[in-house]
């Protein structure tokens, strides 16, 4: 593949201008540090209590990572096979200790201490992309049994319990 002109010329420029400065930033006491991206499962990285939590590959599966965000030490990382059904413009639900993932049919809520499974809910249906909430629940919108309804679910953030929000019908244009 051939770069155009413009950016062959602004990658030189940024290559000899890190070369030349360094990489480190003084100002912020940071270094320089990279993560393996997953082939399959990406999201963008999320900062939460100097850690930034990112999907990464683990020996050929897709994972989480939680990785200090000035030095790049590796927190912890856990392997979710299942983040193949993650899309990169994913609406995930984070607070202080947990970090929602919609993933397709399924929504898991991770512990962000440690990267274990909080808990998991499974659905016949492909739920929404978006996941949204507060302090004490969380919510998302799973297909209905129509083509043109769907299902409002609440989830408790601490156990995973389940209560129906309710069921709304769309009417079809005329």
Not at 160 to 172: A, E, I, Q, Y
Request: glycine share 6%.
């Amino acid at each position: 593949m051939i770069l155009p002109k413009f950016l062959q010329v602004f990658c030189i420029w940024g290559f000899l201008l890190t070369v030349i400065f360094g990489c480190r930033s003084e100002k912020h006491n940071t270094h320089p540090w990279k993560s393996i991206a997953s082939k399959s499962a990406e999201f963008y990285p999320i900062l939460c209590k100097e850690k930034i939590i990112l999907s990464s590959d683990c020996l050929g599966q897709p994972c989480l990572k939680a990785i200090d965000w000035k030095t790049g030490e590796e927190h912890w990382s856990k392997k979710y096979p299942m983040l193949d059904h993650i899309f990169y413009n994913s609406v995930l639900f984070l607070d202080d200790s947990s970090l929602v993932l919609p993933l397709g049919k399924d929504l898991i809520c991770v512990n962000l201490d440690d990267g274990s499974t909080r808990w998991r809910y499974s659905d016949d249906q492909v739920g929404d992309v978006h996941v949204f909430g507060d302090e004490t629940h969380v919510y998302r919108s799973y297909r209905g049994q129509q083509d043109t309804s769907f299902r409002l679910l609440q989830f408790d953030l601490a156990s995973g319990d389940v209560d129906t929000m309710g069921n709304h019908s769309v009417r079809k244009a005329s």
